[in-house]
């Protein structure tokens, strides 16, 4: 049988159901015997052996874990034993894996290190987390924080990059040594001389005005502020419906950072984006609506069921057959079961264009479509016909109609020729102000005004123009 003592942090605090199991008779291991709490067992009088020697042969801390525990339960299966490990059971790696693997073990958890370094620190609060050094989580803990297991400071130091990336570098911090707090700053973690086992970080709660580091949580606790009855009147007053604009304008501003290849714009960009998801996700549960818990649940659940190729039994092996897998769990999704579902599902406030395509884009899914660009391209002779007609009969809705079966019909050509219709319309509009700017350019050096020479003149620039932006490396 197997039995996993947790030492807790002092010679005192071996429990009397600990000390029973220690002096049964049962062959005693002690994870380490480097750990103060070992001098409990040591006190006792009873025979014990050490794990020490496996700490020389582990490459990495999980293998370290699993070797230790693969030691323990090897050793439970010739008799009685008492696994021993510094702190509590609970939280020591390889208690866990021994535990999982052996079902029937007795557990005395024992005091454990967070929560000596808490009581070292004087730091309390109903909720608070706490991780070993070796094994601190990818995303940012709760406060209050305990980082157990600093026992050097390689080891501090790997952990103050995460924290200080966390909290910031200037955030308020305790160093607990051999039961002893002392007040540093997030960065000094890794310099204080002296480290052991019982070294822990102590991360107090931070006031939101004196953080300097936030995440997710955070956003959405300052939009409530704003919302709140004393907090901002602009933001008080706004709906769903008064903001929605905003959000166009800030993804077109992010789209813009992209393009200008400028990393600050774009990490700037998308937090206004982000805050404008949350500004909707507060309105959403002010309402009674959704909750923010029910956007990122509903946006996590919607990429584990679309990515059946990493989730799931489907298969994928390039980018064309992962967004082949992508759309048929779309449509599986949204309840799709008719073409008509799946291009009115087109949302009507997408730019003209890129609408344009996208509509055609799912029709062509269900056969309906030319043959190629140039089967297309016999549809666009056909409308500008029928737009020249309307132009000769003077009707400003027919002249609007035809327009707008014109440019639908180019779009078409350019989908089935593999173009993205809205970025290369784009492109044009940018490629037509950058020749008309330096076209100006031209007419104003020769001391000349645009609205003043023929046409034939001003063409004459235009392509003076056209080859000088050529040459600079222009379009």
Avoid at 227 to 233: D, I, L, T, Y
Wanted: net charge negative.
């Amino acid at each position: 049988m197997l039995t996993i003592v947790g030492l807790g942090c002092s010679p005192e605090d071996i429990s009397e159901g600990a000390k029973e199991a220690l002096l049964s008779g049962a062959r005693v291991i002690l994870r380490t015997g480097a750990a103060p709490a070992a001098a409990g067992v040591k006190a006792l009088g009873v025979p014990f052996e050490t794990l020490d020697a496996l700490y020389a042969g582990c490459r990495n801390f999980d293998t370290l874990n699993k070797k230790l525990a693969r030691a323990v339960l090897d050793a439970a299966k010739e008799g009685d034993a008492v696994y021993c490990v510094d702190g509590s059971a609970c939280d020591d790696v390889s208690a866990q894996i021994a535990m999982q693997k052996s079902k029937g073990a007795r557990v005395f958890a024992g005091v454990s290190k967070a929560d000596a370094a808490f009581a070292a620190a004087r730091v309390s609060a109903p909720s608070r987390s706490a991780f070993s050094a070796y094994a601190l989580p990818e995303s940012r803990p709760l406060l209050p924080l305990c980082v157990y297991d600093a026992d050097c400071d390689l080891v501090a130091g790997d952990a103050k990059l995460k924290l200080c990336d966390w909290f910031g570098d200037e955030a308020e911090a305790f160093f607990v040594r051999g039961g002893r707090a002392k007040k540093i700053k997030l960065y000094e973690a890794d310099r204080q001389g002296e480290y052991d086992l019982t070294c822990c970080i102590i991360i107090p709660e931070i006031p939101l005005l004196k953080r300097t580091r936030f995440n997710y949580d955070d956003l959405l606790e300052i939009m409530r502020l704003l919302r709140a009855p004393n907090g901002c009147p602009w933001d008080r007053a706004q709906t769903h419906e008064s903001i929605r604009t905003n959000m166009v304008e800030e993804a077109y501003e992010l789209v813009d950072a992209i393009d200008c290849k400028d990393d600050d714009k774009i990490c700037e960009e998308a937090g206004d984006v982000l805050m404008q998801g949350a500004f909707h996700s507060v309105l959403g549960q002010e309402r009674g609506a959704f909750s923010p818990e029910d956007v990122l649940s509903g946006v996590c659940s919607k990429l584990i069921f679309r990515h059946s190729h990493i989730f799931g039994k489907d298969k994928a092996s390039d980018e064309n057959s992962a967004l082949s897998v992508w759309d048929k769990n779309k449509t599986l999704e949204k309840g799709q079961k008719t073409a008509s579902d799946s291009v009115r599902d087109v949302p009507k406030v997408f730019p003209a264009a890129m609408r344009a395509q996208k509509a055609a884009k799912r029709a062509a899914k269900y056969g309906y479509d030319f043959k190629d660009a140039n089967e297309a391209a016999e549809k666009v002779r056909e409308e500008l016909s029928e737009l020249l007609a309307a132009v000769a009969e003077g009707d400003k809705a027919h002249i609007s109609e035809e327009t707008g079966d014109l440019l639908f019909s180019a779009v078409n050509v350019g989908r089935l020729a593999g173009a993205d219709c809205e970025e290369s319309l784009k492109e044009s509009t940018q490629k037509f102000i950058d020749r008309f700017c330096a076209t100006e350019e031209l007419v104003l050096a020769d001391g000349k005004r645009m609205n003043e020479l023929p046409a034939d003149e001003l063409w004459a620039y235009y392509e003076r123009a056209k080859e000088q932006l050529r040459r600079e490396g222009g379009k």
